[in-house]
């Protein structure tokens, strides 16, 4: 993997960018029916690459290969939970109702790490490297953010700076400011000591996506003014603009080379952050594709592009043919896709688990 690339949480719940295997065919391979679900509260979520289910009801799932039994608590961790943010390295970090968070990864059991003393519904928390928690906590009369360390419960500092999302960079914490009257600022926090490093006004950063760390300079996703900007880590300094040639409400995935993948129902954007410029911009040709706005895009190992649109039809752009992405299958409407083991994973809407991938 590439150094100085470092994915925002929200793309793949962690600091490293995975671009996991899929089979080269994709047919359904299996459905399963989340009986007993209350499925809008249902979750998939991509921790380290590899697709998890999450309920607010039945707990927490890890999806593989092979159709998963909902009927027992085998290989399922019982406890209902619902997601509060990620975790480094690959992640996640989900809460019980009764305030206990948990850190969340694929291949281990989840582990205990604090109790918040705030109803859960008011909680969002970052688990970061050393045993240390960013928790921010909000209700309609009050906020904060806490660093918390896991180990006593003890909070090292407060900071009435509440930053949605937040990007841990070093020994700084760069978010865009939650709340008003400074809102869309962005803004550094020493991880240690809770002080600002650093403040850029911008209210035009309200409601803009951090994408990622590239070779020590921070991208924003400015909608508003349809571009990506770059700033520095270490100062706030603008370093870099990277004009859109179209407008996308999408957001996009980031490959192991720092190249950010923007596809939607016109086509497909790819931006080289390393460079700063846009090295691609295909329209495609493909008729009958719906609003492709129902799930984020994912990128398999061998770089094809994963979409879904509005009316449950899901589609891979190859790269040798981006022209023309191809229909593979037709899904109850998609709330989020995944991988697992091979397998490319959907959600519906109405709790259908549906499998692509190769013949078993």
């Given at each position: 993997m590439q150094t100085g690339v470092i994915v925002a949480p929200k793309y793949d719940m962690g600091q490293a960018v995975v671009d996991r295997p899929l089979d080269a065919l994709l047919t359904v391979a299996w459905q399963v029916p989340l009986t007993g679900f209350y499925t809008r509260e249902a979750r998939l979520d991509s921790v380290s690459g590899v697709a998890m289910l999450t309920s607010s009801e039945h707990g927490v799932l890890a999806l593989g290969a092979a159709p998963p039994d909902l009927r027992s608590d085998a290989g399922r961790w019982p406890v209902p939970v619902r997601v509060v943010g990620s975790g480094y390295p690959g992640q996640l970090m989900v809460v019980d109702n009764s305030g206990m968070v948990y850190r969340l990864s694929p291949e281990r059991p989840p582990m205990p790490v604090w109790e918040s003393t705030e109803h859960p519904?008011?909680?969002?928390?970052?688990?970061?490297?050393?045993?240390?928690?960013?928790?921010?906590c909000f209700d309609d009369?009050?906020?904060?953010?806490?660093?918390v360390e896991e180990a006593t419960g003890h909070i090292v500092w407060r900071s009435p700076v509440v930053q949605a999302p937040v990007m841990p960079v070093g020994d700084q914490l760069i978010g865009i400011s939650h709340m008003a009257p400074s809102r869309g600022d962005l803004v550094s926090l020493d991880v240690r000591t809770g002080l600002e490093r650093w403040r850029r006004p911008g209210g035009s950063l309200w409601g803009a996506d951090i994408v990622a760390v590239v070779r020590a300079v921070l991208w924003v996703d400015d909608r508003i003014n349809n571009q990506l900007v770059g700033f520095s880590v270490d100062s706030g300094r603008p370093m870099a603009r990277v004009a859109l040639p179209r407008t996308s409400r999408l957001t996009g995935v980031l490959d192991q080379a720092g190249v950010l993948h923007i596809v939607d129902e016109h086509g497909w954007l790819a931006v080289d952050l390393t460079q700063a410029r846009v090295v691609a911009d295909v329209r495609f040709e493909v008729s009958g594709m719906g609003r492709v706005y129902q799930s984020r895009t994912i990128r398999s190992a061998d770089g094809r592009l994963v979409l879904a649109d509005d009316r449950g039809q899901i589609f891979v752009m190859h790269p040798a043919q981006p022209q023309r992405p191809e229909l593979v299958a037709t899904c109850p409407q998609v709330r989020g896709i995944g991988i697992a083991e091979g397998r490319l994973i959907v959600l519906s809407h109405d709790g259908t688990l549906t499998a692509l991938g190769a013949p078993s």
């Amino acid at each position: 993997m590439q150094t100085g690339v470092i994915v925002a949480p929200k793309y793949d719940m962690g600091q490293a960018v995975v671009d996991r295997p899929l089979d080269a065919l994709l047919t359904v391979a299996w459905q399963v029916p989340l009986t007993g679900f209350y499925t809008r509260e249902a979750r998939l979520d991509s921790v380290s690459g590899v697709a998890m289910l999450t309920s607010s009801e039945h707990g927490v799932l890890a999806l593989g290969a092979a159709p998963p039994d909902l009927r027992s608590d085998a290989g399922r961790w019982p406890v209902p939970v619902r997601v509060v943010g990620s975790g480094y390295p690959g992640q996640l970090m989900v809460v019980d109702n009764s305030g206990m968070v948990y850190r969340l990864s694929p291949e281990r059991p989840p582990m205990p790490v604090w109790e918040s003393t705030e109803h859960p519904d008011e909680v969002d928390v970052v688990g970061l490297p050393g045993g240390r928690l960013l928790a921010s906590c909000f209700d309609d009369s009050w906020s904060e953010t806490q660093l918390v360390e896991e180990a006593t419960g003890h909070i090292v500092w407060r900071s009435p700076v509440v930053q949605a999302p937040v990007m841990p960079v070093g020994d700084q914490l760069i978010g865009i400011s939650h709340m008003a009257p400074s809102r869309g600022d962005l803004v550094s926090l020493d991880v240690r000591t809770g002080l600002e490093r650093w403040r850029r006004p911008g209210g035009s950063l309200w409601g803009a996506d951090i994408v990622a760390v590239v070779r020590a300079v921070l991208w924003v996703d400015d909608r508003i003014n349809n571009q990506l900007v770059g700033f520095s880590v270490d100062s706030g300094r603008p370093m870099a603009r990277v004009a859109l040639p179209r407008t996308s409400r999408l957001t996009g995935v980031l490959d192991q080379a720092g190249v950010l993948h923007i596809v939607d129902e016109h086509g497909w954007l790819a931006v080289d952050l390393t460079q700063a410029r846009v090295v691609a911009d295909v329209r495609f040709e493909v008729s009958g594709m719906g609003r492709v706005y129902q799930s984020r895009t994912i990128r398999s190992a061998d770089g094809r592009l994963v979409l879904a649109d509005d009316r449950g039809q899901i589609f891979v752009m190859h790269p040798a043919q981006p022209q023309r992405p191809e229909l593979v299958a037709t899904c109850p409407q998609v709330r989020g896709i995944g991988i697992a083991e091979g397998r490319l994973i959907v959600l519906s809407h109405d709790g259908t688990l549906t499998a692509l991938g190769a013949p078993s």
